[in-house]
Nanobody
Framework: VQLQAFGGGLVQAGGYLRLSCAAS????????MAWFRQAPGKEREFVSA????????YYVETVKGRFFISRDNAKNTVYLQMNSLKPEDTAVYYC??????????????????WGQGTLVTVSS
């Protein structure tokens, strides 16, 4: 499975971006999909995850009410709509996918596939 993320860019505080992550290859093996981010000088952190059906969504507290995750299984794509962006949202955003049924994890070590990352920069 290969994941390709895109949609990052430079935006002013208060603005919005939508990230996309397209999966290819053995996509039937994918269960949950997630977004993580890594800010300069910091460790990678969980942002959001979504179950295979899309019925379960999870967010880190700092983005609740501003970010929204969704997926289109027909297109093998997961999205992250990011609204009301803040300078502290500046980071490289990575999409990830796992093969494990029944576990929607916030731990990066539970994910099997990773995209290359897309940079989001929010100016103040």
């Amino acid at each position: 499975v290969q994941l390709q993320a895109f949609g990052g860019g430079l935006v002013q505080a208060g603005g919005y971006l939508r990230l996309s992550c397209a999966a290819s290859g053995r996509t039937f093996s994918i269960n949950d999909m997630a977004w993580f981010r890594q800010a300069p000088g910091k460790e990678r952190e969980f942002v959001s995850a979504i179950t295979r059906s899309g019925s379960g969504t999870y967010y880190v507290e700092t983005v609740k009410g501003r970010f929204f995750i969704s997926r289109d299984n027909a297109k093998n794509t997961v999205y992250l709509q990011m609204n009301s962006l803040k300078p502290e949202d500046t980071a490289v955003y990575y999409c990830a996918a796992d093969r494990t049924i029944g576990l929607t994890s916030r731990n990066e070590h539970d994910y099997d596939y990773w995209g290359q990352g897309t940079l989001v920069t929010v100016s103040s």
